[in-house]
């Protein structure tokens, strides 16, 4: 089978998410890769996207922002064709948006669980389907999902975040066989606890008792779970896909 040869470098990325703790840690470690990155965030973020951008153009990082709510097909589509025409070819999507509605199994609502499912997976498949054909023509693309450790060990109160990050990882793996022939690698990188507004919001004596829990004894920094995303990003990352890489301070360890 004869290829595309693929580009020198990855040049361009959609980052979901993209304006969130992880996901700006994202952007500033893909554009110091080169790349010229295009974030899309949820229009509740509008306000403090000038600051957001401000803030990133100080350190010499320019992205572009799109805003749309990924957990709606419609909205997510636009989005995600408007970020394609910004950046012409996209070489990298990362999947990075997410959110919480921690409860209970026994208290959990229907609409709280059907927020964490269409936000946290229905928008990878609304995302990547907007850019995979295109990459498999190309012959080249890396797609990285962002899921969680809880997506693997399970954790209290989060059966909906839990299940919706395990399912990240189904279509990771499913996709990376497709994907495999055309040049174009999917993984997940499955973060621990991060030190993000997410991770803020858990009460401090629950947050405590995990924390005590960690191997590494804190929780990560966003930076360095970006870092192992531009490391699946770079071209000569070309054998590793399908794969699940925990970035989690020892919280969960697998063979
Ligand atoms: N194991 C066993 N029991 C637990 C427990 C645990 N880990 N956590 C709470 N409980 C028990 C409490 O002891 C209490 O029991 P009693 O009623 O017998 O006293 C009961 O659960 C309290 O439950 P409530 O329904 O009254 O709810 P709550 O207001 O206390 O909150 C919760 C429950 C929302 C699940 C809260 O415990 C919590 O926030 N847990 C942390 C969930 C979590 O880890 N979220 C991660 C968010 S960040 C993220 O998701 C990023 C990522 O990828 C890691």
Redesign the pocket.
Known sequence: MTQTPPPAAPRTAIVTGGTGAIGSAICRALAAAGLEIVAIGHPAEGARIPAWRQDLSASGVDVAVELADLADAEAAAAAMQRACARLKAVDVLVNAAGI?R???FV?MTPEQWRAVLSSNLDSVFFCTRAVFADMCVRGFGRIVNIA???GQKG????AN?AAAKAGMHGLTMSLALEGARHGVTVNTVS???VRTP??AA??PE?LQR?VAQIPLGRMAEPEEIARVVAFLCARESAYITGANLPVNGGLYMSA
């Open positions: 919480t921690d409860a209970r208290k969680s450790v809880n954790q209290f109160g989060q975040y973060p621990g606890y997410m991770t858990i009460k629950v995990i």
